[in-house]
């Protein structure tokens, strides 16, 4: 079955090259052709490698900002981590030195 205009797809060129034909679901559609080959309907599927290349780096950009957002998370993630480990090391050593401390003084 042929694409429709619908769907946003350009048209395909018949054996002559004048015109493509494509049949929607209730009526057919005729778009003129241009000399180069393309129709001359609104194809928003024709994208030049320019805009491929541009729309390649905004998308690549964009990636990057997030990617350097998440890191930046995690870093803040992980710094909150040692403060938490360092507080529960120096209640654990403490807590050591009163018990060697102790068990020292009962020996004695």
Excluded at 57 to 81: D, G, H, I, P, T
Aim: aromatic share 4%.
């Amino acid at each position: 079955m042929p694409p429709s205009v619908a769907d946003g797809l350009p048209a395909a060129p018949n054996s002559a090259g004048a015109s493509s034909h494509i049949q929607s679901s209730s009526e057919d559609i005729f778009l003129p052709r241009s000399p180069c080959g393309r129709s001359t309907g609104d194809d928003s599927a024709d994208v030049t490698s320019e805009e491929k290349r541009n729309i390649r780096l905004y998308k690549n950009r964009e990636a990057a900002k997030e990617c350097r957002r998440k890191k930046k998370e995690y870093v803040r993630c992980l710094e909150s981590r040692v403060v938490v480990l360092e507080q529960q090391n120096r209640h654990l050593i403490d807590e050591l030195r009163c018990l060697k401390e102790l068990y020292c003084t009962k020996g004695s």
